[in-house]
């Protein structure tokens, strides 16, 4: 069992999550910082905070998990699409979820502009992650994951 969860694939798989979810909090916190300038509120209340914080986290942590995701799908392929599909794939679903909260009748052309702004976000914060990764991969500071052992 311990020689199971010490697994070099695992482990490997771990070091890119803590390696995206590094980018990802960096890039999180820039686009929160960019947000904030463009907002020009200047008021810093307990709330604003609060979703700050929030926003960082939560791509932080979908940044790990891509990072995980990411050496299995490219694996030694070097398909270009492999790479911008798993960029799409996890940018759509991060950003596309937001629809879940948005009533069909209650649309606005607000809402339409902050989904699209959440887009662009989603597809900045992944791709961002990707660049690194694959930097990682070709340094060699990453391994790209090669199957496992029967």
């Not at 482990?11 to 979810?21: R, Y």
Request: some cysteine; hydrophobic content about 55%.
């Amino acid at each position: 069992m311990l020689a199971r969860a010490l697994d070099p694939e695992r482990l490997e798989s771990v070091k890119a999550g803590i390696f995206a979810a590094l980018v990802g909090l960096t890039v999180s916190v820039v686009f929160v910082g960019v947000d904030s300038l463009l907002a020009g509120s200047g008021a810093l209340t307990q709330a604003v905070l609060l979703q700050a914080i929030r926003r960082i986290v939560v791509g932080t942590v979908c940044c790990f998990l891509f990072g995980v995701t990411y050496r299995y799908i490219i694996r030694q392929d070097p398909n270009p699409h492999l790479r911008s599909g798993a960029v799409g794939a996890f940018a759509l679903t991060r950003s596309l979820s937001q629809l879940e909260t948005i009533q069909i009748s209650g649309l606005t052309l607000a809402s339409i502009v902050t989904l699209g702004i959440v887009m662009i976000e989603s597809f900045g914060l992944f791709l961002s992650v990707r660049l690194v990764l694959d930097l990682g991969l070709k340094q060699q500071w990453l391994k790209p994951f090669v199957g496992m052992a029967d």
